[in-house]
């Protein structure tokens, strides 16, 4: 009978070896191992042993059976793997056909900077405020110590609003398109809460129109009014934003200029990158800068007569200002020549769709 | 505005041990922004005069010829198309190496030797503008030619015959420091900030002579408050020295004869511009500095006639105007070649009278550009004295009058008082009174001591640009120099308002749209008045700009949908599909004050297949962005509103007020402005909304049981609204939760007046999960009031 057992087993594998489905296998197990396989078969004979051979022969059966089911374990773990795989290959895409994009939307170029440059702001208690497009010349200029003949409020510079064939004019003068966004600062003065921070990003209007100008721009203008400021401070606060938004390599520096509303006045410059700061590139002038520097925009102390005009007393209260072109700013730091600054707002779905 | 200044003139002022870099550097940091610096030994580098020995035809070309040249100790053969080259002449070679301009145009390219048509030149014959200086007169087409002007033989590199070592800074004057742009100006600042000595000696007192006086009349004082001048007699007109031309040319100007260029090397020394009559051409013998009368012209020296009004002032003889005063001259006084009798006139004038006029008249010149930034009445004696000195040595002759002074009245210098004190405390820096009170000595200030504080006289030449204390401090703190100022961040207490919640919100709803596939639309805030009248706004409602820059910008927007459907129309043609969005100001007219400018927000999608789909989509995103701003809008069927197509719109409700539109653009102004395709917009008053808006700061517990999700499908009336079924529907039962629109379907299988609609019932307890029979009831109760009440046919 162990004869037949070491039959059974051998007759199994070689079945094994050539099954190729799960159906042919499922058919041997029942075939060998069923309830009236073969194996159970075999065993029946068992009853008629002596004890001892029951024993002995009862063992070696077990031994086989268990090594059926591991060889035909094995057998349908291997069966299955190759069917993953042939199911797998029906189951084949293209991963290299284009991606089915959703609708691309889009912030303008204008709204990006305005708030990354908000945002920079923000972490030094500055915050953001609106003030009037059409604005008094008073806010816009007069309050601002402007003679009354400076020529930035000629009508070849500022767009002045009509009232029929007139300027219109009102209880604080002409009225205006601001030029600048200065008009901020005697108005929110004037709010009589202090101490003040304030950014105030918005369009200004100039009548100017060629590839570096547009009639409509946008400033940012930075006011902090607080006893005890000081031109470190305003170093500082530059310092904070240039290295922020423009890198941390990025130097600063403050040059002698002139605005009315500022005494002193200063010019904030950085540094070139690319030149890095010496003026030259491959021994050849830097086309970006001048002498390693860019110009942002202009700063200063508030003049005696802005903070007297805003209705606080120059004696007790200090501050400083600062202002800058946005669509500059953000030219200066992604390095990109928009060769006409006109196309910012013509809204060709061609150049907003870029960004 | 900017000067050339070379930095050997500025040398004649200064001393100074400064290289052009140092010089260059101090001035940026402490004064005036230094540009550029050009090393003319760098520049003419390889760059030397020839003479042109022989002239041969060359082989290939008609117009060139072969000039075998000397260039010192060898004659070399180039290639040359100067129509004035001819043997014997010196001209300034161009040696293979030396970089020029091509045709005065484009980079600077550097020389090889190399082959013209066939035959190798050995660099080239230059003219003026290929070497920078466009300012020569030189006919188109013609070398230079240096015969006559330079003494230097042959191979004599240029900048010697010329005597140009020089370094050229272009220098950045502020508009306040006219007194800069002047090289004695630059000089004394230069001896401020380099620490060198700087010294300026006036030229010697005019000896007055007689013979050919002259009647001086300044009848407009109020726009003249000085005018000097001076008869010249038996002067000869004539080229310039060398020296002169050379250093005019380095300056930016062009040499014309000896008078003029007199009046322009004092213009560029002193900043105070001068002006030469020919005294036989003055008529009556006179000047007379008026007001234009209303109508008057003048033929300028730039060869146009002015018209003029009498708000211009001019300087006239007996019978006509002879110059626009700080402006221009006119041609018919000017000096000639002929000239043997000059007036010299040094004035000052109304800087704002002088600006206005050149604007008015479109006219510019050096001389305006001064006088506009204003210039003091003490600068025109100086800069007289200087000319006459200049004239006598150059062009010969003698004084023949009297100096004629007329003036406003005598000069007294400007006094501010100064507290040292309140300087200190602005920089932020401890400095000592000594230091600060050199600094202002240094820069021509003069200081008296009063209990404390001190009082201080300002220099003639800063009298238009010193107005009070605080200029004091700019000047000390300037030249204590910024960048030596410490960096510290305000250690005050940061403020405690708020700054305006409308950004925030404005900001969070751009976003929202960004990222939902719609792209930001951002334009000019004017537009014309066509198209307001396309979209039949009246114009006369719109704030109107009284001096616009041209015809397609002259109103303010009081909506943005008229710029939104223009650039429609401008995108079509490329991108016939697009979906856009707009948050900015319109401006609404307001009787006696500013204008009321209000945010709003307009969305939408143009190149309209389905109107349905895409009207449902916007209204999507309508609702989604309401969301995300923490408010409920409704809507309601429009009806009698001209701009919106009459069955395709509704108005967009919140808390029982309307306030916005969401729908298709009507027809006739999708046609007005030329658009192909239907186009669904949403206008939205944002700014009423916004004081509303809130982040959602509750939520509703999530269901503890589950819901049973049903469809039923139902025929209708095809004008059936949803909203109608809905509201019928969801108070029908407690175990209803919800009615949602699945799908609509209408077609060629259902009558054309009907449509079919799925529904979607979600059934839920809140006190135990549902049995399959316990929905049924629910679906068998809805299906019944779609039948009988909405006369519906359950399918």
Same mark, same amino acid.
């Given at each position: 009978?162990?004869q037949?057992?070491?039959q059974?087993?051998q007759?199994f594998?070689?079945a094994?070896?050539?099954i190729?489905?799960s159906?042919?296998?499922?058919a041997l197990r029942i075939?060998?191992?069923g309830?009236?396989g073969?194996l159970?078969d075999?065993? /029946?004979g ?6 001892d051979?029951r024993?002995?022969?009862?063992a070696?059966?077990n ?7 591991a060889q ?5 773990s ?5 069917f ?6 029906e189951?084949?895409?293209d991963?290299?056909a284009?991606g089915?994009e959703?609708e691309?939307?889009n912030l303008?170029?204008t709204?990006q900077s305005?708030e990354e440059i908000?945002?920079?702001? +923000?972490q030094?208690? #500055? ?8 604005e008094?010349d ?7 110590n ?8 000629d009508?070849w ?7 029929g064939?007139?300027?219109m004019?009102?209880?604080?003068g /002409?009225?205006?398109l601001t030029?600048?966004?200065t ?9 009589g809460?202090?101490p003040?921070r304030?950014?105030?990003i918005n369009k200004c209007y ?5 590839v570096?100008?547009a ?7 930075g006011?902090?009014i607080d006893?005890?400021? +000081?031109?470190?401070q305003l ?7 240039v290295k922020?938004?423009?890198?941390p390599?990025?130097e ?8 009315r #509303?500022?005494?002193?006045?200063f010019?904030l410059d950085?540094?070139?990158n ?7 590139v491959?021994?050849k002038k830097?086309r ?14 508030v003049?005696p007569?802005?903070?007297k005009?805003?209705g606080l007393?120059?004696?007790v209260?200090?501050? #400083?200002?600062f202002g ?7 030219m200066?730091?992604?390095g990109?020549?928009?060769a006409d600054?006109?196309i910012l707002?013509?809204?060709?779905l061609?150049?907003?769709?870029q960004? | 505005m900017?000067?050339l200044a070379?930095y050997n ?11 052009p870099?140092?010089?260059?550097r ?5 004064s005036?922004s230094v540009e550029?610096?050009?090393y003319l030994?760098e520049?003419?580098d390889?760059?030397?005069i ?5 002239l041969k ?5 008609d117009?060139?010829?072969i !000039?075998?040249?000397?260039i010192g100790?060898?004659?070399v ?9 001819c043997?014997?002449?010196?001209v300034?070679?161009?040696l293979p190496g030396?970089k020029?301009?091509?045709h005065g145009?484009?980079d ?17 014959i230059?003219?003026?503008s290929?070497?920078?200086f466009?300012k020569?007169?030189?006919q ?7 015969s006559?002007?330079?003494?230097a033989?042959a ?6 015959a010329?005597?140009m ?5 272009d220098?950045e ?5 006219v007194d800069s742009?002047s090289?004695?100006g630059?000089?004394r ?5 380099t620490?060198g000595v ?9 000896i007055?002579?007689l013979?050919?006086e002259?009647?001086v009349?300044?009848?407009a004082q109020?726009l ?6 001076v008869?010249?007699?038996g002067i ?9 031309q050379?250093?005019?040319l380095l300056s930016g100007h ?11 090397y ?9 002006h030469a009559?020919d ?7 006179s000047i007379?500095v008026?007001?234009a009368k209303n109508g008057e ?9 002015y018209?003029?009004t009498?708000?211009?002032?001019v300087i006239a003889?007996a019978?006509r105007p ?9 041609e ?5 070649n002929n000239?043997?009798?000059i ?6 004038f109304?800087?704002?009278s002088?600006?206005?006029?050149s604007?008015?008249?479109?006219l510019f010149?050096?001389? $305006?550009l001064?006088?506009e ?8 004696k100086?800069?007289?004295k200087?000319?006459v000195e200049?004239t006598?040595e150059i062009a010969?002759?003698q004084?023949?009058s ?8 005598e ?8 507290d040292?004190?309140?300087t200190k ?10 230091e600060?009170?050199?600094?202002l000595?240094?820069?021509g200030f003069?200081l !008296? ?7 201080v006289?300002v220099?003639?030449?800063r ?7 605080i200029d004091f401090?700019e000047e000390?703190?300037r ?11 305000p250690?005050?207490?940061?403020p405690t308002?708020?700054g305006?919640q409308d950004?925030i919100?404005e ?5 929202v ?15 014309s008045?066509?198209?307001l ?14 001096n616009p820059?041209s015809?397609d910008?002259?109103?303010m ?8 459907l223009?650039?429609?129309e401008a ?14 100001r319109v401006? $609404?007219?307001?009787?006696?004050d500013?204008?009321?400018?209000e945010?709003?927000?307009?969305f939408?999608v ?7 789909t895409?009207y449902?989509?916007?209204k999507g ?15 309601e ?6 701009y919106w197509h009459p069955?395709r719109?509704a108005?967009v409700m919140?808390?029982?007020?309307k306030v916005?539109?969401?729908g298709?653009?009507?027809?006739q102004y999708q ?9 669904i917009l949403?206008?939205?008053d944002?700014?009423v909304?916004v004081?509303d808006?809130k982040?959602?700061?509750?939520y509703d ?7 049973i999700i049903?469809?039923v499908a ?7 609204e949803?909203?109608s ?5 969801i108070n029908m039962?407690q175990l209803l939760?919800e009615?949602s ?14 449509k ?5 019932l979600?059934?839920r ?7 399959s ?6 679906v068998?109760?809805i299906?019944?009031?779609?039948v009988?009440?909405?006369?519906g046919?359950v399918?």
């Amino acid at each position: 009978m162990k004869q037949e057992l070491e039959q059974l087993k051998q007759a199994f594998s070689q079945a094994l070896e050539v099954i190729e489905s799960s159906d042919a296998l499922e058919a041997l197990r029942i075939e060998y191992l069923g309830r009236k396989g073969k194996l159970t078969d075999l065993l /029946k004979g068992l009853k008629d042993l002596s004890p001892d051979d029951r024993k002995e022969i009862g063992a070696f059966a077990n031994e086989v059976k268990i090594d059926l089911e591991a060889q035909f374990a094995r057998k349908q773990s291997e069966l299955a793997s190759l069917f993953a795989g042939k199911i797998a290959q029906e189951e084949w895409i293209d991963i290299t056909a284009p991606g089915i994009e959703p609708e691309d939307g889009n912030l303008h170029l204008t709204t990006q900077s305005i708030e990354e440059i908000a945002d920079i702001f +923000t972490q030094l208690g #500055f915050v953001r405020v609106r003030h009037p497009e059409v604005e008094w010349d008073w806010y816009a200029f007069e309050s601002l110590n402007m003679p009354k003949d400076h020529a930035a409020r000629d009508e070849w510079e500022t767009f002045f609003i009509a009232d029929g064939d007139k300027i219109m004019e009102g209880k604080k003068g /002409k009225v205006v398109l601001t030029p600048h966004t200065t008009n901020g600062q005697v108005r929110e003065i004037e709010k009589g809460q202090l101490p003040i921070r304030m950014m105030n990003i918005n369009k200004c209007y100039r009548r100017q129109a060629d590839v570096t100008h547009a009639p409509m721009f946008h400033q940012f203008e930075g006011l902090m009014i607080d006893k005890n400021v +000081t031109i470190a401070q305003l170093k500082g606060v530059f310092d904070f934003f240039v290295k922020r938004f423009f890198g941390p390599d990025r130097e600063v520096r403050l040059r002698p200029h002139h605005f009315r #509303f500022t005494e002193p006045s200063f010019e904030l410059d950085i540094s070139c990158n690319l030149c890095g700061g010496i003026g030259k590139v491959d021994g050849k002038k830097c086309r970006m800068c001048k002498q390693g520097w860019l110009e942002l925009g202009g700063a200063g102390m508030v003049h005696p007569n802005v903070i007297k005009a805003g209705g606080l007393d120059p004696e007790v209260y200090t501050g #400083f200002a600062f202002g800058w072109g946005v669509e500059r700013t953000f030219m200066m730091k992604s390095g990109m020549n928009i060769a006409d600054i006109r196309i910012l707002y013509k809204n060709d779905l061609r150049f907003l769709k870029q960004f | 505005m900017n000067i050339l200044a070379s930095y050997n003139w500025i040398k004649e002022y200064l001393k100074t041990t400064a290289t052009p870099e140092e010089f260059s550097r101090e001035m940026s940091l402490k004064s005036m922004s230094v540009e550029s610096i050009e090393y003319l030994k760098e520049k003419f580098d390889k760059i030397v005069i020839g003479e042109v020995k022989e002239l041969k035809a060359h082989p290939g070309a008609d117009r060139l010829k072969i !000039a075998i040249t000397d260039i010192g100790g060898r004659d070399v053969e180039i290639v040359c198309g100067g129509q004035n080259l001819c043997s014997t002449m010196k001209v300034v070679v161009a040696l293979p190496g030396s970089k020029v301009r091509w045709h005065g145009q484009g980079d600077l390219i550097e020389l090889n030797e190399t082959q013209v048509r066939g035959v190798t030149s050995y660099g080239m014959i230059c003219a003026p503008s290929e070497l920078g200086f466009e300012k020569v007169a030189c006919q188109d087409g013609d070398i230079w030619d240096l015969s006559g002007l330079v003494e230097a033989k042959a191979g004599t590199a240029f900048i010697e015959a010329m005597n140009m070592d020089d370094v050229i800074l272009d220098i950045e004057v502020t508009s306040n420091r006219v007194d800069s742009m002047s090289i004695i100006g630059l000089a004394r600042e230069g001896g401020v900030v380099t620490d060198g000595v700087f010294s300026f000696e006036a030229s010697p007192d005019i000896i007055p002579g007689l013979g050919k006086e002259l009647s001086v009349t300044v009848e407009a004082q109020d726009l003249c408050p000085r005018y000097m001048a001076v008869v010249i007699d038996g002067i000869k007109v004539g080229p310039s020295p060398l020296w002169l031309q050379n250093k005019l040319l380095l300056s930016g100007h062009r040499p014309i004869n000896n008078i003029v260029d007199i009046t322009n090397y004092v213009l560029h020394e002193y900043s105070q511009p001068l002006h030469a009559f020919d005294y036989q051409n003055l008529e009556g013998r006179s000047i007379i500095v008026r007001r234009a009368k209303n109508g008057e012209k003048i033929a300028a020296l730039d060869e146009k006639t002015y018209e003029l009004t009498e708000n211009q002032l001019v300087i006239a003889d007996a019978s006509r105007p002879v110059a626009v005063a700080g402006v221009m001259g006119g041609e018919m006084a000017g000096t000639h070649n002929n000239t043997t009798t000059i007036v010299f006139e040094s004035a000052t004038f109304n800087p704002v009278s002088v600006r206005r006029t050149s604007r008015a008249l479109n006219l510019f010149s050096d001389s $305006q550009l001064l006088f506009e930034k204003g210039l003091s009445t003490e600068l025109a004696k100086l800069a007289l004295k200087h000319a006459v000195e200049l004239t006598l040595e150059i062009a010969g002759g003698q004084v023949a009058s009297p100096v004629y002074d007329v003036k406003e009245q005598e000069y007294s210098p400007l006094e501010f008082s100064w507290d040292p004190q309140k300087t200190k405390e602005i920089m932020g820096v401890d400095l000592s009174n000594e230091e600060m009170k050199k600094i202002l000595e240094k820069l021509g200030f003069v200081l !008296a001591r009063t209990d404390g504080k001190y009082k201080v006289t300002v220099p003639f030449w800063r009298d238009h640009d010193i107005e009070g204390e605080i200029d004091f401090t700019e000047e000390i703190a300037r030249v204590y120099g910024y960048h030596n100022i410490p960096i510290s961040l305000p250690n005050q207490e940061p403020p405690t308002m708020f700054g305006d919640q409308d950004l925030i919100w404005e900001s969070r709803t751009k976003n929202v749209f960004s990222s939902q596939g719609y792209t930001e639309f951002y334009g000019y805030s004017f537009v014309s008045a066509h198209d307001l009248e396309r979209y039949d706004l009246d114009p006369q409602d719109a704030v109107a700009l009284f001096n616009p820059l041209s015809s397609d910008l002259t109103h303010m927007r009081t909506s943005l949908i008229p710029s939104v459907l223009k650039d429609i129309e401008a995108n079509q043609g490329e991108t016939p599909f697009g979906q856009v969005f707009e948050l900015q100001r319109v401006y $609404q007219k307001r009787e006696d004050d500013l204008p009321k400018e209000e945010t709003r927000l307009v969305f939408g999608v143009f190149g309209v297949k389905d109107a349905q789909t895409s009207y449902l989509r916007q209204k999507g995103m309508l609702m989604l962005w309401a969301k995300s701003v923490g408010l409920e809008l409704k809507f309601e069927r429009l009806e009698d509103d001209v701009y919106w197509h009459p069955t395709r719109s509704a108005f967009v409700m919140y808390k029982g007020r309307k306030v916005g539109t969401i729908g298709q653009v009507a027809n006739q102004y999708q046609q007005a402005f030329k658009v192909e395709r239907p186009v669904i917009l949403v206008d939205i008053d944002f700014e009423v909304l916004v004081n509303d808006m809130k982040v959602k700061r509750h939520y509703d517990p999530i269901p503890e049981f589950p819901a049973i999700i049903r469809d039923v499908a139902v025929e209708v009336n095809k004008k059936l609204e949803f909203e109608s079924i809905w509201s019928k529907l969801i108070n029908m039962d407690q175990l209803l939760e919800e009615v949602s629109l699945k799908d609509v379907y209408q077609g060629d299988k259902i009558d054309l007046d009907k449509k079919s609609i799925t529904l979607s019932l979600t059934i839920r307890s809140k006190e135990k999960t549902l049995s399959s029979d316990e929905a049924d009831a629910v679906v068998e109760k809805i299906s019944r009031v779609l039948v009988d009440q909405m006369g519906g046919q359950v399918r």
